[in-house]
């Protein structure tokens, strides 16, 4: 059950990337999840990879916890790598079945695509995984309250934020505990019909949504006992402050994107040689 149970879990580790202030955090990993976007040669994409693992490493987390947090993704990333390499047609032929056809630049192009997104995935899946909820939140509060003087409800968009991260796991746990009710019941048979599938879906999605609709009714109820009023100025019991390691953090991001831009105009070179 535990391993399922990924998605916005947070695991206490006595590392540097947990000490990190989670506006560094959120700033870091924003910043290198778009950089890997734009990754388009080998060497960058090496480099990139490079980042990703050694993300992991200074977090000290777990590789099994990371990659049972990516899971869910990398089928969808299979399938749009096998797609990019059977649809992409330019460069030359390695491959002829019939009307199979791989090429050179479609095996370059569903290789770079999915590693790039593993590396994207496995950077989000630190940070979650080292910063709790709360420091997510307030982070972005943080982060949004400059734009408050023009009108942006920093305050509730952090509450929004904070919310749906703390029911991402409850959700989760939830399904799993319907879909557990369902097999017991019988309703997951082997040789089942669509329909019966289709019926066993809804039944399905009808118990999670009511389960999700009583999780906010309390919710409300909460917030309601508690006097919660939007707008009102709140205090932490962390502050959140910038430390040493910071700056460091800063430094080595500044560091990657140069090899990045680097790596990209060597490889750019020798293509064109």
Known sequence: MGEKLQLGAYIQTDSWM??????????????????????????????????????????KL???????????????LLILGLYNLLIVARGDVLVQLGFIRITTQGLHIAVIFSLRMVGALICAAVLFLTTTPTQVTDAFEKLLQPFARFGLPARELALILSLMLRFIPLLAYEAMLIKDAQAMRGAEREGASFAQKLQALKAFLIALLSSSLRHAHGLARSLDARCYESGSLRTHYKPSSYHVQDGIAYAMLVIYLAGLIGTGAVGAFGLWL
Request: hydrophobic letters at 60%; one cysteine or more; charged letters at 10%.
């Open 62 to 76: 777990p590789i099994k916890s990371v990659l049972c947090a990516i899971r869910p993704a990398v089928s969808m």
């Open 18 to 59: 947990t000490r990190l202030d989670g506006r560094t955090k959120l700033v870091v990993g924003l910043i290198y999840m778009i950089s890997v976007l734009f990754i388009q040669t080998p060497l960058q994409l090496a480099l990139g990879l490079i980042g990703a693992f050694g993300l992991i490493l200074l977090a």
